[in-house]
C-alpha cells in the first residue's frame, strides 16, 4: 500500500485534448512529476511532454501497463476503456473513466463532486465522468431543486468543436483559414461545415429523432441526481469555436418562484459563478470563461409564459470542469473519502 500524500497516476490519452488539460491542472496542483505515466496509442510512443519542467516520455498503453499505479485516469475512447479499464482495477487501481463506455452500468458511480461526492463510496473500481454537457447543468439543477420540486427542463446546448477532440479543433482552424482564403474546404470530424456555420447535432442520430449526445444528457441527469423520472429534454448543437460549452436552460417548478431567491442560491454554491447583470451587457461568454475552474451563469429570469419557470444561460470549460477538473476532483474527493483501493492519504 502507499502512504504519501500523492497517489501514482496513470494518464491513457495523455495526447489528446483532454490529457493535455489534465496535466495542466496536475501542474496547478504541484502534483510531482515522478508520480505521473503517461500513455497513448501506438503512434505517440517516445513523444516527450514538457511537465513544470521536465520531459515525460508517452508509452503505448497495454493491459500491463498500470502495476503500481493508483489512479488510472482514462481520455481517450470506449474501445480503449473497455479493453483497458478492467485490467487496471485488477491490478489494484482506481480508474476514472472520461468516456461514456460505463457511465451507465449500475455498479459504476457517475460523480459531479459538487453534486453527489457520496456515490463515490459505492465503486467497485470504476468511477465515471459525465458528459461535459450533463457535469454544468447537473451543478445548476442541484441547487435549483431545492427551491421547489422540478417538472420539467428544456435545454438547448452550443458545443465548441473541442468537444469532439483535437482533430476538430484542427478541423475548425482549417475549414476557417481555408474559407477566409477562398479554397476549399475538407471535412473528416463532422458531417457539414462548421467554420462559419453551425450543425445540429452532436454524436449520432437514434430512431426517436434524438442524438445519442441528447439522450447521454437526459440519462446522465437523471442518475446523478437520483431521479429517474425527471422530466427532461434537450437539443445540442455543435457551434464554430475552439472552447467552452454554453446552454440555454429553462426550469418549471410546481411552485411559483422568487428570482431574487435563485440569485442567491447560485451566488453561495461552490463552483458557481454569476456574471448576471443583463443591463450592464455583462452576462457570461465562451471567450470569458475558457481556462477558468468555476462554471459561470447568468441573464437569470423569470419565464415570459409562467411564474413557475426560471431562464438562465451557462457557460463551462468542457476541458476542464467538462471533464479533466472533474475527473482530477473525483480523485481528490476519493482521497478524502479513503476510496483509493492501494493508497492511504
Ligand atoms: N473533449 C471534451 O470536451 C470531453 C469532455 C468530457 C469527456 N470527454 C471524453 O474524454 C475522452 C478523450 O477525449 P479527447 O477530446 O481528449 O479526445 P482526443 O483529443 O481525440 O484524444 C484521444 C486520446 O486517446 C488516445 N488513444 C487513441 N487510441 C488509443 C489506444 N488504442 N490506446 C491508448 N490511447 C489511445 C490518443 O492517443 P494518440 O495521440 O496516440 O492518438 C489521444 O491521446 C473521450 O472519451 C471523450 O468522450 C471529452
Not at 453527489?116 to 463510496?121: F, Q, R, S
Not at 447543468?137 to 473541442?162: D, F, G, P
Request: aromatic fraction near 6%; proline fraction near 4%; glycine fraction near 6%.
Amino acid at each position: 500500500m502507499t502512504n504519501n500524500k500523492f497517489p501514482s497516476i496513470s494518464i491513457v490519452g495523455a495526447t489528446g485534448a483532454v490529457g493535455k488539460v489534465c496535466l495542466d491542472i496536475l501542474a496547478e496542483r504541484n502534483y510531482p512529476f515522478e508520480k505521473i505515466k503517461l500513455f497513448a496509442s501506438k503512434r505517440s510512443i517516445g513523444k516527450r511532454i514538457s511537465y513544470k519542467g521536465n520531459d515525460l516520455i508517452v508509452n503505448e498503453a497495454n493491459k500491463s501497463s498500470f502495476d503500481g499505479s493508483d489512479v488510472v485516469f482514462i481520455s481517450a475512447d470506449s474501445q480503449v476503456s473497455l479493453d483497458l479499464a478492467p485490467a487496471a482495477v485488477n491490478s489494484g487501481a482506481l480508474v476514472i473513466d472520461d468516456g461514456s463506455a460505463f457511465r451507465m452500468k449500475e455498479n459504476v458511480p457517475l460523480v459531479v463532486p459538487e453534486v453527489n461526492e457520496e456515490d463515490i463510496n459505492s465503486h467497485e473500481g470504476i468511477i465515471s465522468i459525465p458528459n461535459c454537457t450533463t457535469t454544468p447543468l447537473v451543478m445548476a439543477l442541484s441547487h435549483l431543486r431545492k427551491i421547489s420540486n422540478i417538472k420539467r427542463i428544456q435545454a438547448s446546448t452550443y458545443q465548441a468543436v473541442s468537444g469532439s477532440g483535437s482533430l476538430a479543433v484542427s478541423e475548425l482552424k482549417n475549414q476557417t483559414e481555408n474559407i477566409l482564403n477562398n479554397e476549399k474546404i475538407s471535412k473528416s470530424v463532422y458531417p457539414h461545415q462548421i467554420a462559419f456555420s453551425l450543425i445540429p447535432q452532436v454524436d449520432d442520430f437514434l430512431e426517436d429523432g434524438y442524438t445519442k449526445e441528447e439522450h447521454k444528457m437526459v440519462n446522465e441527469t437523471r442518475k446523478i441526481m437520483h431521479d429517474n423520472n425527471l422530466n427532461i429534454s434537450v437539443t445540442c448543437v455543435r457551434v464554430p469555436i475552439f472552447y467552452c460549452h454554453s446552454e440555454s436552460v429553462s426550469v418549471d417548478f410546481e411552485d411559483d418562484i422568487d428570482i431574487q431567491e435563485i440569485v442567491n442560491l447560485f451566488s453561495n454554491a461552490d463552483g458557481i459563478k454569476l456574471i448576471n447583470d443583463g443591463k450592464n451587457e455583462n452576462y457570461p461568454t465562451p471567450s470569458m470563461v475558457e481556462g477558468k475552474d468555476d462554471i459561470f451563469i447568468g441573464r437569470i429570469r423569470k419565464d415570459l409564459g409562467s411564474s413557475r419557470g426560471v431562464n438562465f444561460w451557462l457557460v463551462s470549460d468542457n476541458l476542464r470542469k467538462g471533464a479533466a477538473l472533474n475527473a482530477v476532483q473525483i480523485m481528490e474527493s476519493a482521497i478524502k473519502l479513503g476510496k483509493i483501493p492501494n493508497f492511504v492519504g
